[in-house]
């Protein structure tokens, strides 16, 4: 379905699965559902429900595809912010966050809204309006315009509408996936016994990574995050905000140093 322009915002969240209308809606009932506001805090607890959710759709198409997980990438950077409040995002990435809440604010609103119109549509009307007659409509222009002023008018007109824009093409890059990035984890694990976050995503405290550092920054922590919910890691961070030592879980051979 084509987007629909509602103000300044453009809406175009429009797929119905069986439950869910869209990712806004999915997202919303996720919150609702934990009885939570709509923040940051909010969005960083919902988001592996959120992507849970994606995973058990069925085939839809590409666009609706894409609006499901931009919301979902969004929900990453939130949570990976909360996880790593270090972790300085770039204003695209802010931005983007701030464009969710305020979609998923105006959405709980006009879903509220539409609650009530539903609740009254349907109604029996005890006292009804008489039809207006039909009226055909006539091009009757004042006596006193000319075909000269007609014709200028239609050109203002014409002028006034908004004009065809040319967006530039994007591209997109492959970032290694999760699975790709704990593989990897596992590995120089399994080899060194033990390594730190920082030396395995390169992170360093205090220097701003760029835009494509820390994405495999989040990439990483959330590998690392898996593979300790897995059981194959044991991490520790002994001071707020600190580095953070990962080793394997059971030691099979003699550790040196």
Do not use: W
């Not at 007659?133 to 000319?146: D, G, Q, R």
């Amino acid at each position: 379905m084509e987007p629909t322009t509602i103000g300044e915002y453009k809406v175009s969240y429009h797929l119905k699965t069986k439950q869910f209308e869209g990712p806004l809606d999915l997202l919303l009932t996720l919150i609702e559902k934990r009885k939570l506001f709509i923040g940051d805090f909010a969005l960083a607890k919902v988001a592996d429900e959120y992507i849970a959710h994606i995973r058990k759709f069925e085939a839809f198409p590409m666009n609706d595809v894409a609006n499901f997980l931009l919301v979902a990438s969004t929900l990453v950077l939130i949570k990976s912010k909360a996880l790593l409040p270090e972790l300085n995002l770039g204003e695209d990435e802010e931005s983007d966050i701030d464009d969710l809440k305020r979609r998923l604010a105006m959405y709980e609103l006009y879903r509220s809204l539409a609650q009530h119109i539903r609740i009254n549509f349907g109604k029996e009307i005890i006292f009804e309006r008489s039809g207006r007659p039909e009226i055909m409509p006539v091009f009757a222009p004042e006596k006193h315009c000319s075909a000269a002023q007609m014709g200028e008018s239609i050109r203002a007109v014409l002028h006034a509408l908004p004009k065809k824009i040319e967006l530039p093409k994007a591209t997109v890059r492959k970032i290694v996936s999760i699975e790709e990035m704990m593989t990897r984890l596992a590995t120089r694990v399994g080899e060194a016994l033990k390594t730190s976050f920082g030396k395995f995503s390169r992170y360093e405290k205090g220097k701003a990574p760029r835009k494509e550092e820390r994405l495999e920054i989040i990439v990483s922590f959330l590998a690392m995050l898996e593979l300790v919910k897995q059981g194959v890691v044991h991490v520790t961070q002994h001071e707020d905000f600190g580095d953070i030592d990962i080793e394997a879980h059971k030691f099979d051979t003699p550790q040196y140093a």
